[in-house]
């Protein structure tokens, strides 16, 4: 078996490499080439916590791919002696053939690579081919890989950050400023109102119950990537924006069991499910056009589906055999 620590990981997927799969995937979800249960939530009360199980099983003309994945949410673990990361994830690769267990991956950097890529697979199918200018609101690692994928996809020249925390916001800049795609001009926002005065492809990575700009502060043709609101009681984007955007999920059924950014408005009886346009995969496929006009705003809602995992555990796996990344075990 292949052990592939976090560093391996990051070394074994390229964004853009890692945004191609992204679409490999979706496409093959939506065209019900995958095996995706929701997933399963076992709570852990002693701790407030809650481990998360997420297998899928996803047939492309590439290969097929077999993966489950393991994340744990652990509030108390920061206050540890060791300070222990709250998320902790892990993925298993098994053979589709034979069901061979074949590379156990570090998580949490896998999780953020796929997610930022996926996101920068709906800012390339659906935001101005023109746009120049991001906003991301949450400097954590889901921020900073949602920023990478939004300057591999389009030529950016600035962006902004909001968090909450001055302190972690101004770390983003110091760290993100000219790293590879991003541009070296990236500026601290005071405020939600700044951070969207100029921003043409907004990504939010919060962690919010309620929204974190207002709909009145969008820039006509705007996009957003929301990878938050992974929660019924959760909302970064306003009720407003979501019922007058385009709208398109990763998936239809994970999106709407699982997103207060959706849930809600519909309870408010803003909109039915039919106001969801369709998947990304669809786009992909070709069966969805996307984006209608350069005025319109686009809204792209990931909760994260089992399908990026797989893809993007075979993408590392076959990048790590041939730059000879990972260590190799007997199992």
């Keep these: 078996m292949l052990l592939l620590t976090a560093e391996n990981v990051r070394k074994a997927l390229p964004m853009n490499e890692t945004i191609e799969a992204m679409k490999r995937a979706y496409a093959s979800l939506s065209n019900g080439k995958a095996e995706v249960p929701l997933r399963t939530r076992l709570s852990v009360p002693p701790q407030d916590a809650v481990s998360l199980f997420m297998p899928s099983y996803v047939q492309t003309e590439e290969g097929d791919a077999l993966a489950v994945k393991v994340v744990s949410l652990f509030p108390k673990n920061p206050e540890r002696e060791r300070k222990l990361a709250f998320i902790q994830a892990t993925v298993l690769v098994l053979d589709a053939d034979t069901g061979r267990p074949m590379a156990l991956l570090e998580g949490n950097s896998l999780t953020a690579i796929r997610t930022g890529a996926g996101s920068g697979a709906a800012i390339d199918l659906l935001a101005r081919p023109d746009s120049k200018v991001v906003a991301v609101f949450g400097a954590g690692a889901q921020g900073r890989t949602q ?132 998947e990304l995969g669809e786009i992909v496929l070709g069966r969805k056009t996307g984006r209608e006009s350069p005025q319109q705003i686009t809204y792209f809602k990931s909760v994260g589906v089992a399908v990026q995992d797989a893809m993007a555990a075979q993408l590392a796996l076959q990048n790590a055999r041939k730059h000879r990344l990972g260590t190799n075990v007997k199992f």
């Design 147 to 278: 920023l990478e994928a939004a300057c591999s996809v389009r030529k950016i020249e600035s962006a902004w950050v909001f968090d909450t925390s001055l302190e972690r916001a101004e770390g983003f800049v110091r760290d993100m400023a000219g790293k590879g795609p991003i541009p070296k001009k990236l500026r601290v926002a005071d405020n939600s109102t700044q951070a969207l005065s100029e921003a043409d492809i907004i990504c939010t990575a919060t962690t919010s119950s309620t929204p974190v700009f207002a709909d009145a502060d969008l820039k006509p043709g705007a996009h957003i990537s929301a990878i938050g609101s992974y929660t019924p009681e959760m909302q970064e984007v306003p009720a407003e924006t979501v019922t007058r955007a385009l709208v398109v999920v990763d998936s239809r059924l994970a999106t709407l069991a699982e997103t207060g950014d959706l849930l809600k408005p519909m309870q408010a009886g803003l909109f039915e499910e039919e106001h969801i346009s369709g």
